[in-house]
């Protein structure tokens, strides 16, 4: 048997104030009675609101399945005046919430009441309040018409601090980190909102992410954090094998690196990295990395470097690097730091290069990143860099002095078109100012990490700067594919050399049970060479986590 529908119409003692309640809106058509003596309820809550507070409802009517409710609007009261003490609101939260205050009262639009109210009310929850509430007493009308009101306390408590916070899912999660890089320690006043806020920030830690909220726990005289955390692996094995045309003897020339990265597994958020790289041109690379946050508990942390290169028998250089950092917040860090260098030229007096000599040098240096990750993308769990680095020192060379300045700089982002379709824009720079050079201080670039389509570290310049660009056409989350343009400019004031170069071509990634999989296949001239397609290099390179 079908129930039958109700009707409920609303009006007013006359067609002004029932075409007000028209305009109000509530539900006409109902199922049962139940259903519109609750509608009646929410449309008196709705009259209040709105001001009309003295508003009277008449015993209601029923005609066949209609029922009919006469209201009796009355006045309409458009402002409320909030009496209230400093010691219970602060003037500063005031601010933000009204427009008209003096000493003592505020005022506000009466619709508004509820949602100053709530939004107080709040702001004592973040303030370490969370049991109090307040509300309005002594309403009165005034003789100007509108509504006056006390703001009182429903109940007074202490203020709450986080007495413990315990870690679950990964307990031996750094407290260094929990200290100064979500920055929750004891004895901070509670403020759940912004705990939850700063949560998040482990969405920037490559080692840790978030199971779920934190949650507390309240007794009469303790509160306790419990924050969720799961451990990530995060070490890294990355490697790729290059491979093209020698242009003189039309022989096919492999080259390649193996980057080996260790994340976090001493628990303390340390980092350990070791690269190696052979390249075609019989140039070998050594470089190890120590990245140490938080010294012993402080909000200052250490970068160590050692870096060594040696040109075939011609030179070798030998790069010793050290920093202190502060990391402002999950998204950026300051350095400043020393760095040495010391190059010896290998070639025998009877080959000898008057370009390659023995010198040593000492520069000052300051540096600034920025990282935003997105770790929820697998493909591309990095969205924006910004990591640009100025030194300033002296070369020193038979005991000769030369003042030398180098700037580098390595940015991109990625831009989201859509679920499908991103557009990744890179942008690295380096310039080396000072008055006389040497071949063997020459910054070296090409290859995978640089401009693709050249040799590995076969170009050398004072200044270049290069950009790249993709077109990304996603599958999945485990396969894409994209296009490689990339441009370049570059100087060499040893041999007075300008040059603009350009590549072009394609390449993918993929998702192996091994790790990430990419291929690139580009082709590099420079502006006066016509294509040949056995300047093409072809990059190989798999990264695995574990």
Do not use: W
Request: aromatic share 14%; hydrophobic share 35%; charged share 25%.
């Amino acid at each position: 048997m079908l129930c039958q529908e109700l009707q409920l119409k609303i009006t007013g003692k006359d067609s002004l104030e029932t075409k007000t309640i028209d305009s109000i809106r509530y539900e006409k058509y109902h199922r049962d009675f139940e259903s519109i003596s609750n509608e009646l309820t929410i449309f008196r809550k709705k009259l209040n609101t709105l001001g009309y507070i003295e508003s009277k409802m008449s015993p209601i009517k029923k005609e066949d399945s209609i029922f009919n409710a006469r209201f009796s609007l009355n006045t309409k009261y458009n402002y409320l005046n909030i009496f209230f003490t400093d010691s219970l609101v602060s003037r500063k939260i005031l601010e933000k919430l009204s427009n008209n205050i003096s000493e003592g009262q505020f005022s506000i639009p009466i619709e508004d009441t509820e949602r100053v109210l709530t939004a107080i009310n709040l702001k004592l929850s973040e303030n370490g309040d969370p049991f109090s509430t307040l509300k309005l007493s002594d309403i009165t009308i005034n003789n100007k018409g509108e509504i006056d009101a006390t703001l009182i306390r429903s109940e007074k408590t202490q203020v709450r601090r986080i007495d413990k916070v315990i870690i679950k899912g990964y307990e031996k999660f750094p407290k260094s980190f929990l200290k100064h890089y979500l920055k929750i320690k004891e004895q901070q006043v509670f403020n759940l909102t912004q705990i939850k806020k700063q949560i998040t920030d482990l969405n920037e830690l490559n080692f840790a992410r978030q199971l779920k909220d934190p949650e507390v726990l309240f007794t009469k005289d303790s509160t306790t954090l419990y924050v969720f955390i799961e451990k990530v692996k995060s070490n890294n094995f990355d490697g790729f094998i290059g491979f093209g045309t020698n242009e003189e003897t039309n022989n096919i020339e492999f080259s390649g690196y193996l980057n080996l990265e260790l994340n976090n597994n001493l628990n303390y958020g340390e980092s350990f990295r070791l690269v190696y790289k052979s390249d075609e041109n019989d140039q070998k690379n050594f470089l190890v990395n120590l990245n140490l946050p938080y010294l012993f508990n402080s909000p200052i942390g250490t970068e160590l470097e050692l870096s060594l290169l040696k040109k075939d028998s011609s030179f070798s250089t030998v790069n010793q690097n050290a920093k202190l950092f502060y990391q402002i917040n999950p998204k950026n860090k300051v350095f400043v730091g020393i760095r040495s260098i010391k190059s010896n030229n290998l070639l025998d007096s009877l080959y000898s290069n008057p370009t390659i000599q023995d010198y040593t040098s000492t520069f000052y240096n300051v540096r600034y990143l920025y990282r935003k990750r997105q770790k929820e993308n697998i493909l591309f769990n990095t969205k924006t860099l910004l990591d640009v680095q100025f030194e300033t020192g002296n070369r020193t060379f038979e005991k000769q002095d030369t003042k030398q300045q180098q700037l580098a700089l390595d940015a991109y982002h990625i831009f989201n078109l859509n679920q499908k379709n991103n557009i990744y824009l890179r942008g690295t720079g380096f310039g080396l100012f000072s008055d006389t050079y040497f071949e063997n201080e020459l910054a070296r670039f090409g290859g995978i990490n640089s401009i693709r389509g050249f040799e590995e570290n076969s170009l050398s310049a004072t200044q270049f700067g290069v950009i790249n660009t993709e077109y990304r056409y996603v599958f999945n989350n485990s396969i894409y594919i994209h296009t490689i343009i990339d441009f370049a400019y570059l100087e060499n004031k040893l041999i007075a050399q300008k040059e603009k170069l350009y590549s072009f071509g394609f390449g993918f990634g993929l998702i192996t049970k091994a790790g990430l999989l990419k291929f690139n296949f580009a082709n590099g001239k420079n502006e006066n060479q016509t294509f040949k397609f056995s300047n093409s290099q072809v990059h190989l390179s798999l990264t695995a986590f574990f």
